[in-house]
């Protein structure tokens, strides 16, 4: 396998154990608490990263506007959006309905960008739609205990929040990528973007309710899983998915890098000690082969 492809594959891999590590602090601290403390680990490492590396001038002025929206977007209301799905659904359904974030992309750059909807990609859509809903059907056997997979609150308004987490990302990415085709620095790029989403988190912290303060306490270890969540997730996989854009084929990265739903069920298996049911792994499989007609060429 070339490298650029087993980048991509990495890439998957990380966002896969990122779910499994992020489920239980997610769950001890909320999801805004959990969102606010990673997207603050995390740029202060980018942050620290910028100042010291690249240099404040690696970004333009004229071009803080729209990464700044794309951070609001697709981070503060996708990862926030992500991990309440995550509390609700578990890692397994929340991967599934987030897959379609892919789908969703190409729709979007349809109607937005103007960009054209081949048949193949038209079938991807519809293939990976349909994985998701058998995946969320049939991806449970009675015979499955463990707390991840059972559903907590109405499974409607897990999937609609979960389709907002996917909206969201795509509308973000939508946003940012007319400014990264500019050849703009990912890691600065990246640092307004996280700045964004942690500063709009720390002025929901501000707001005297209690659904916005932590569920629990945070300590030492906990910040430890998160952070080890955000270095995983924002800081390898992304690292890893743009050094595989920067050389793969942009089809193929994609197609591979959307494989995490995929990789999350021998993990969730190993984990649990519970099989995952067969509804779970075809659902996987049409996710799969959906993004590689989504992404042909």
Same mark, same amino acid.
């Given at each position: @396998?070339?490298?650029?492809?087993? %980048?991509? +594959?990495?890439?998957?891999?990380?966002?896969?154990?990122?779910?499994?590590?992020?489920?239980?602090?997610? %769950?001890?601290?909320?999801?805004?608490?959990?969102?606010?403390?990673? @997207?603050?680990?995390?740029?202060?490492?980018?942050?620290?990263?910028?100042?010291?590396?690249?240099?404040?001038?690696?970004?333009?002025?004229? $071009?803080?506007?729209?990464?700044?929206?794309?951070?609001?977007?697709?981070?503060?209301?996708?990862?926030?959006? +992500?991990?309440?799905?995550?509390?609700?659904?578990?890692?397994?359904?929340?991967?599934?309905?987030?897959?379609?974030?892919?789908?969703?992309?190409?729709?979007?750059?349809?109607?937005?960008?103007?960009?054209?909807?081949?048949?193949?990609?038209?079938?991807?859509?519809?293939?990976?739609?349909?994985?998701?809903?058998?995946?969320?059907?049939?991806?449970?056997?009675?015979?499955?205990?463990?707390?991840?997979?059972?559903?907590?609150? =109405?499974?409607?308004?897990?999937?609609?929040?979960?389709?907002?987490?996917? +909206?969201?990302?795509?509308? #973000?990415? /939508?946003?940012?990528?007319?400014?990264?085709?500019?050849?703009?620095? =990912?890691?600065?790029?990246?640092?307004?973007?996280?700045?964004?989403?942690?500063?709009?988190?720390?002025?929901?912290? /501000?707001?005297?309710?209690?659904?916005?303060?932590?569920?629990?306490?945070?300590?030492?270890? +906990?910040?430890? $899983?998160? #952070?080890?969540?955000?270095?995983?997730? @924002?800081?390898?996989?992304?690292?890893? /998915?743009?050094?595989?854009?920067?050389?793969?084929?942009?089809?193929?990265?994609?197609?591979?890098?959307?494989?995490?739903?995929?990789?999350?069920? =021998?993990?969730?298996?190993?984990?649990?000690?519970? @099989?995952?049911? =067969?509804?779970?792994?075809?659902?996987?499989?049409?996710?799969?082969?959906?993004?590689?007609?989504?992404? %042909?060429?």
């Amino acid at each position: @396998m070339m490298l650029y492809e087993a %980048a991509a +594959l990495g890439a998957a891999t990380c966002w896969a154990l990122t779910g499994l590590i992020s489920a239980g602090p997610s %769950a001890a601290l909320g999801a805004l608490a959990f969102n606010r403390l990673r @997207m603050s680990l995390v740029f202060i490492v980018l942050a620290l990263y910028v100042a010291t590396v690249t240099g404040l001038d690696a970004l333009p002025r004229d $071009i803080a506007l729209p990464l700044a929206l794309s951070g609001l977007i697709g981070i503060f209301l996708g990862d926030t959006a +992500l991990f309440l799905t995550l509390n609700r659904l578990g890692p397994r359904r929340t991967a599934m309905v987030f897959s379609l974030n892919a789908p969703i992309s190409a729709i979007l750059g349809f109607v937005f960008l103007r960009e054209t909807l081949t048949p193949l990609q038209i079938a991807g859509i519809l293939v990976t739609f349909a994985g998701v809903i058998l995946a969320i059907r049939f991806g449970k056997r009675k015979s499955q205990l463990h707390q991840w997979e059972n559903v907590k609150g =109405p499974l409607w308004i897990g999937i609609a929040i979960g389709l907002i987490a996917a +909206l969201s990302q795509s509308a #973000g990415s /939508l946003i940012a990528r007319p400014v990264m085709e500019t050849g703009t620095d =990912p890691i600065a790029a990246s640092a307004i973007r996280v700045g964004t989403a942690a500063l709009c988190l720390w002025l929901l912290f /501000l707001v005297p309710h209690r659904q916005f303060k932590p569920a629990g306490p945070v300590t030492l270890k +906990l910040a430890g $899983i998160v #952070g080890l969540s955000g270095f995983l997730g @924002m800081g390898v996989g992304m690292t890893l /998915l743009l050094f595989a854009l920067s050389g793969g084929e942009v089809g193929v990265v994609a197609t591979l890098s959307a494989t995490t739903p995929a990789i999350l069920l =021998p993990l969730i298996w190993w984990r649990t000690k519970e @099989m995952p049911a =067969p509804g779970a792994w075809v659902g996987a499989g049409l996710v799969l082969v959906g993004s590689a007609l989504l992404f %042909a060429v």
